[in-house]
Nanobody, 126 residues
Framework: QIQLVESGGGLVQAGGSLRLSCAAS????????MGWFRQAPGKEREFVTA????????YYRDSVKGRFTISRDNAKNTVYLQMNSLKPEDTAVYYC???????????????????WGQGTQVTVSS
């Protein structure tokens, strides 16, 4: 399995920015599609964004388009989430995840991911 560790969360005012990092180890990182999910108190974990194993395609939920950017640096075994123009509704624990199987890009829903980080808290104040 791939081990994932998120970092970069914190407290920021509305309109501010944060950059989350997810460091991977244990398996061949470059062969796996990666994603970011988030979970607010009392709510279900939801999809935020994903990037294919090849890095050629990205996906975003509508509410973060134009504000968030996912990227990966295979040389550093790291995936990033740049978050700009943050809103209070972005407040959540953010998790990075790796798909269950390498190479495949079909499906970026919660069940399609098999490895998860511990999460990092993002709090946006108004």
């Amino acid at each position: 399995q791939i081990q994932l560790v998120e970092s970069g969360g914190g407290l920021v005012q509305a309109g501010g920015s944060l950059r989350l990092s997810c460091a991977a180890s244990g398996r061949t990182f470059s062969n796996y599609g990666m994603g970011w999910f988030r979970q607010a108190p009392g709510k279900e974990r939801e999809f935020v964004t994903a990037i294919t194993w090849s890095g050629d395609t990205t996906y975003y939920r509508d509410s973060v388009k134009g504000r968030f950017t996912i990227s990966r640096d295979n040389a550093k075994n790291t995936v990033y989430l740049q978050m700009n123009s943050l809103k209070p509704e972005d407040t959540a624990v953010y998790y990075c995840a790796a798909k269950r199987f390498p190479y495949y890009s079909d499906g970026f829903d919660l069940p399609d991911f098999g490895s998860w980080g511990q999460g990092t808290q993002v709090t946006v104040s108004s």
